[in-house]
Each structure stands twice: as C-alpha cells, then as structure tokens.
C-alpha cells in the first residue's frame, strides 16, 4: 500500500469540515485532502492527474492546513 492510498483511509477519520485552504500548487485541484494518520495530520492533494500529490503533516489539523497554506 503507497503513502496515497494510506491517506485515503486516513481520511474517513478526518475532522470536518475543511477549513479555508489554497487550491494545489501543482494540479489547482479542489479540495485537498486531510487526514489523521498515526497521531499526526496530513492535507494532500488526491488528484489522480497530480504530477505532484505534494503533502504536508502537522501535529495538528490546523497546524497541517496552516502549514499547507504556506506552501512550506
Ligand atoms: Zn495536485
């Protein structure tokens, strides 16, 4: 199983709703995905086009969509 599909079912898990978020930098996709995995959060982009699938992790929900927020 590769990191995306782990994240998918992570995301069943997830809080909702999403907070207010940036499109992905690479595909412009909407919405990114969020997702609790072992303890930490993750917010990447599920598109099956993505060159990219870029992902970022927070200690948090917030922290993780803060975080992709800034593209850091
Ligand atoms: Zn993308």
Not at 18 to 39: T, V
Request: charged share 20%; aromatic share 6%; net charge negative.
């Amino acid at each position: 199983m590769n990191m995306l599909e782990v994240i998918r079912q992570g995301a069943h898990t997830a809080q909702r709703p999403r907070p207010k978020h940036l499109p992905c930098p690479f595909c412009g996709d909407d919405p990114p995905l969020a997702a609790e995995i072992a303890g930490h959060f993750v917010v990447a982009c599920e598109n099956d086009d993505c060159a990219a699938n870029p992902q970022v992790a927070g200690l948090s929900l917030a922290q993780a969509w803060e975080r992709w927020n800034r593209r850091a």
